[in-house]
T-cell receptor
Framework: NAGVTQTPKFQVLKTGQSMTLQCAQD?????MSWYRQDPGMGLRLIHY???????DQGEVPNGYNVSRSTTEDFPLRLLSAAPSQTSVYFC???????????FGPGTRLTVT | AQKVTQAQTEISVVEKEDVTLDCVYE???????LFWYKQPPSGELVFLIR??????QNEISGRYSWNFQKSTSSFNFTITASQVVDSAVYFC????????FGKGTLLTVNP
């Protein structure tokens, strides 16, 4: 049981490049979400999903896309990277909304 | 909109002291859930506790205890006899469909 896995762990992008952060969970959780963590800001919700095929925006969705084609996977796409997207990104999953979320190890992204 | 306020940005204590981390929340929902997470220097996020809005019982787990008071919209966390290993950033969070985090409190426990 690997829990929540994220790849890559580190990534450097140039402004304007696109990329996908991968997230997978093997706990059969319905609820998955993406957060970004910036110094002094706590964690802010980017997008979340309550099940396969259903996604919704969080607090800071601009510049990011998500899709949920399977229960296990919830990739986060950066469409055109900007320096303001330099951050640590965490993926999380939970059995259902309102239950404790289990977090992946994070991806540290730098956009130059 | 929901909001979580952790007014203490940083706290520094000496080992064996008791320390309380404050958390105040705002929500219009009658059903909601409160959480505390720990983020040690290694960076991972560790779940500590979950409370629903209908359960105001305080909880104790070893050296950790939580005080939930709906009347003051607070969900405070106390560490008794702190240890160096308790040094971390602690986040309070509030959830209905979306999980909203406070900005965190950096706790440093000095030997």
């Amino acid at each position: 049981n690997a829990g929540v896995t994220q790849t890559p762990k580190f990534q450097v992008l140039k402004t304007g490049q696109s990329m996908t952060l991968q997230c997978a969970q093997d706990m059969n959780h319905e609820y998955m979400s993406w957060y970004r963590q910036d110094p002094g800001m706590g964690l802010r919700l980017i997008h979340y999903s309550v099940g396969a095929g259903i996604t919704d925006q969080g607090e800071v969705p601009n510049g990011y896309n998500v899709s949920r084609s399977t229960t296990e996977d919830f990739p986060l796409r950066l469409l055109s990277a900007a320096p303001s997207q330099t951050s640590v990104y965490f993926c999380a999953s939970s059995y259902y909304r309102g239950y404790e979320q289990y977090f992946g190890p994070g991806t540290r992204l730098t956009v130059t | 909109a929901q909001k979580v306020t952790q007014a203490q940005t940083e706290i520094s204590v000496v080992e064996k002291e008791d320390v309380t981390l404050d958390c105040v929340y705002e929500t219009r929902d009658t059903t909601y859930y409160l959480f505390w997470y720990k983020q040690p220097p290694s960076g991972e996020l560790v779940f500590l506790i979950r409370r629903n809005s209908f359960d105001e019982q305080n909880e104790i787990s070893g050296r950790y205890s939580w005080n939930f008071q709906k009347s003051t919209s607070s969900f405070n966390f106390t560490i008794t006899a702190s240890q160096v290993v308790d040094s971390a950033v602690y986040f309070c969070a509030l959830s209905n469909y979306k999980l909203t985090f406070g900005k965190g409190t950096l706790l440093t426990v000095n030997p």
